[in-house]
């Protein structure tokens, strides 16, 4: 790890952080009108009991500089666990530092160590930057799957039937 960064295991005292982050990632985004959450709900949805995601802060010379949320998946296929990143964010003024690389090392090695098959993530198709950076570290893309949700009011009336 580059040398002055810390990456920890965040807490419910970092909600408020987080959030700040997930703003900041937003607005990178070009989606900040998306963000639909506060820092109770980050509090609750990332450090209450039956919480389902984990998040990491990334620490340079003590001041924190950056974040990742991620879960656990499965894959039949594979009949094992998986890693899902949903957020690595570094803020601008400190990208280039390693502190990406680093958390994204960070949680490879949990998959490796936890017998993980997969790690894996989205990334926007305009998002260059970001696109190279995951190549440079040997991610692929997976062109064959295209990605489907439902939300709000279309996940309400598919579930009511």
């Excluded at 900040?32 to 340079?60: H, M, N, P, W, Y």
């Amino acid at each position: 790890m580059a040398a002055g960064l810390h990456i920890r295991p965040a807490t419910a005292d970092d909600a408020g952080l987080i959030l700040h982050f997930i703003r900041e990632l937003a607005i990178y985004e070009r989606a900040e009108s998306s963000v639909q959450t506060d820092e109770a709900g980050i509090r609750a949805s990332l450090f209450g009991a039956d919480a389902k995601a984990q998040a990491l802060v990334c620490e340079r010379d003590g001041q924190a500089i950056g974040y990742a949320v991620y879960f656990y998946n499965y894959s039949t296929w594979l009949g094992r666990n998986g890693i899902y990143l949903e957020d690595l964010y570094v803020s601008p003024e400190h990208r280039g530092c390693g502190a990406g690389k680093a958390l994204l090392q960070h949680i490879a090695r949990l998959a490796v160590a936890q017998g993980c098959g997969r790690f894996e993530w989205s990334v926007l198709d305009w998002n260059t930057p970001a696109i190279d950076f995951y190549r440079a570290a040997g991610a692929l893309p997976q062109d064959e799957w295209t990605v489907y949700r439902l939300q709000g009011d279309a996940l309400r009336r598919f579930a009511e039937g």
